[in-house]
């Protein structure tokens, strides 16, 4: 008697044979099928989405893609279905499908599974490859949801490359959406490559090009033009565009971009000569912000053009105390003895110089080593100091190495070998699971097989009898069909998996070495331009020094000549504090200034000031109060 496994054997390759073999067409699609007519076009029947790669992603689907792989497609999506079952559907149906659409839709499929398993890396490529094909209406709700898709990759992995050949034709595509949600899919891949091209410095036809797609889309717009017109220091238009983006309502992808905009904002202000303004925007960039400590630095200097020397010098301590002192801030010392000088607080000023030399001595000889070893070729790499100082275990002085982690190039970068070591565990947990979907679809099909046989055979001799086959026993025919021929796609996309995972892994080596690199360009690029910076504030400071003590001179001869100002400037002191006492908060002490000298404290609009007496104006009010006496 033949064994259960026999008989499932058998089964196997009789119903395989008989229905569609190792290379007949999926069900429900033919080897005939023919192209998407005029009329499936114009009757709205274009496959296309409007939610690529979410949870609630829904399909119109022409009749070109069948109903069950689609149906596959929302299991897999909802967790029914194992992605790597998906990628053996959506390969079969890219195979043997001959509709153009159907074809485009097994492409979708397989990058969609693909980015379902979290292998981001190669359903960008996957992604890429299909919306790089040249544009046709009948497949571009196809490319339109793979671009949707792309969206979210870049969002999340910044530093993945976009298909150069989509760019090229995105007019094309903006000419055939018509919907809000298509067009905003087009608006969002069009400030990816914007952002992307103003990084790498690409020509200005270009960023100008991918500037243009924007035309139409809002605050979107805004915020490109703003961007690209600081960029080429019209600050005019820059200001007028960014405040229009900031007054509006962000769409969802530009939100992690707002600070940045601010911080743009009051730069341009800035450079325009409102300092004013630039001021409450430097403001509004909030403490949890990683341009904090540049907007609190930048504050000060505008403060110190608008003549609020106490709210400069207060913001330059602020940079002075608590974590603020790991940031690398050098201007705002300067700033601080520079605003001492101006109110003629020559002790205090000479002691802000004096910090600006034992913070930044360390910071400088760093730095000093590491510019002349690049200049010798000879310059270590960054990237692992730069590491090391997130474990906490670097050599380097955390002024520097914590301007290296706040790189906004570093942190992509690294986000993006985290993701080569997470895609790694990924594909061992797909080849796992397709394993375990292998077994178990064996395991159903020989069980199925098993409690039909007697049924079948049952129904056979009766057939022979001149009865029909009973409609029940077709089915379960049926059924046993669609499993088996499951399985043999599975089996037959096993080495093609295999295939794909192993060109990937032979990327992650290039892929990570070429990341490395752009780190450590961008930290020497860092690193030499504090340099540069430092070495300019030690020449000014050369030159501040000389003229505080030129003031300091002045002033010790005046003092001698009026004896009695001391005394009548501490009553101005009394007096000028019992005006503003009641709206003020002790912020701490200065760490310099004689006592109740020093007192600063941060007013409700998040500014610090500085409680210190202001000594030039004094002196006219001493001589004024003199010349009233008289």
């Known amino acids: 008697m ?29 080897a005939e099928s023919p192209p998407a007519t005029a009329a499936t076009l114009e009757t709205g029947t274009l496959t296309k989405t409007d939610a690529a790669c979410a949870r609630n992603e829904n399909w119109t689907v022409s009749p070109e893609v069948p109903k069950e792989v689609y149906e596959d497609l929302r299991k897999s999506i909802t967790g029914k279905l194992p992605p790597v079952r998906g990628f053996s559907e ?35 490529e996957g992604f890429g490859a299909l919306v790089s094909k040249p544009f046709t209406p ?21 530093t993945l490359k976009l298909s150069e050949a989509l760019f090229q034709q995105l007019d094309k595509f903006f000419a055939y959406a018509t919907t809000p949600k298509q067009k905003q899919v087009l608006y969002d891949i069009s400030g990816f490559y914007l952002r992307n091209f103003m990084n790498e410095g690409r020509s200005p036809e270009e960023i100008e090009r991918a500037v243009s797609y924007l035309k139409g889309a809002g605050t979107a717009e805004a915020f490109a033009k703003g961007m690209w017109a600081a ?61 904090l400590a540049a907007s609190i630095e930048e504050l000060s200097w505008a403060h110190l053009q608008n003549g609020q020397y106490t709210e400069a010098v207060g913001n330059a301590l602020a940079l002075q105390a608590g974590g603020m002192r790991k940031t690398y801030a050098p201007e705002s010392v300067m700033v601080m003895a520079m605003a001492l000088n101006e109110i003629c607080q020559y002790p205090e000023s000479v002691k802000a110089i004096g910090s600006f030399k034992r913070n930044y001595e360390s910071v400088f000889r760093w730095l000093s080593n590491f510019e002349r070893a690049h200049k010798a070729g000879s310059s270590e790499s960054l990237y692992p100091k730069a590491i090391s100082f997130v474990k906490g275990k670097s050599d380097v002085p955390v002024r520097i190495a914590s301007e290296w982690i706040r790189s906004p190039l570093f942190t992509a970068s690294q986000d993006e070998i985290n993701l080569l070591f997470d895609e790694k565990e990924a594909a ?18 020989l069980n199925f097989a098993l409690a039909l046989k007697p049924k079948y055979k049952v129904a056979k001799i009766k057939e022979t009898a001149g009865k029909p086959m009973p409609p029940a026993i077709l089915a379960d025919v049926g059924v046993l069909r669609q499993k088996v021929v499951q399985l043999l796609r599975l089996q037959q996309a096993a080495p093609i998996w295999k295939m794909v995972m192993q060109n990937s892994k032979n990327k992650v080596g290039m892929t990570q070495r070429d990341l490395i690199a752009a780190v450590n360009l ?18 000014n400071i050369q030159l501040i020094e000389v003229e505080i003590y030129n003031g300091a001179s002045q002033d010790i001869v005046w003092q001698n000549a009026h004896p009695d100002y001391r005394k009548v400037a501490q009553t101005m002191k009394q007096d000028e504090k019992g005006v503003t006492q009641e709206h003020t908060w002790n912020w701490g002490r200065a760490p310099a200034g004689e006592e109740d000298e020093g007192e600063i404290w941060e007013d409700e609009l998040d500014s610090f000031k500085v409680d210190l007496f202001d000594n030039c104006s004094s002196k006219d009010k001493f001589l004024a109060l003199r010349l009233n006496k008289r």
């Open 2 to 30: 033949k064994s259960p496994t026999f008989f499932f054997i058998s089964v196997l390759g009789l119903l395989a044979a008989l229905s569609y073999g190792r290379a007949a067409p999926p069900e429900g699609v033919s």
């Open 90 to 124: 959506a390969l079969a149906l890219r195979r043997f499908a001959v509709a153009p659409v159907a074809k485009a839709f097994g492409e979708y499929f397989i990058s969609r599974s693909l980015y379902e398993s979290k292998l981001y890396h190669t359903a960008n």
């Open 138 to 158: 009948e497949i571009a709700g196809i490319q339109l949801g793979a671009i949707e898709c792309l969206n979210k990759i870049s969002e999340k992995f910044p």
């Open 231 to 291: 960029k080429r220091g019209r600050h005019q238009t820059a200001t007028a565009e960014l405040e229009k983006y900031l007054a509006g309502q962000d769409p969802g992808i530009l939100k992690k971009y707002r600070d940045s905009a601010m911080m743009i904002l009051a730069r341009s202000y800035y450079a325009s000569g409102d300092f004013i303004k630039a001021a409450a925007a430097y403001k509004k960039i909030p403490k949890q912000s990683n341009m």
């Open 428 to 445: 061992a947990k797909v080849e796992k699971v397709g394993g375990a979907e292998t077994r178990r679809l064996s395991t159903e099909i």
């Open 522 to 539: 961008d930290l020497t690029r860092r690193s030499l331009r504090m340099m540069s910076q430092l070495d300019e504030i030690a020449e």
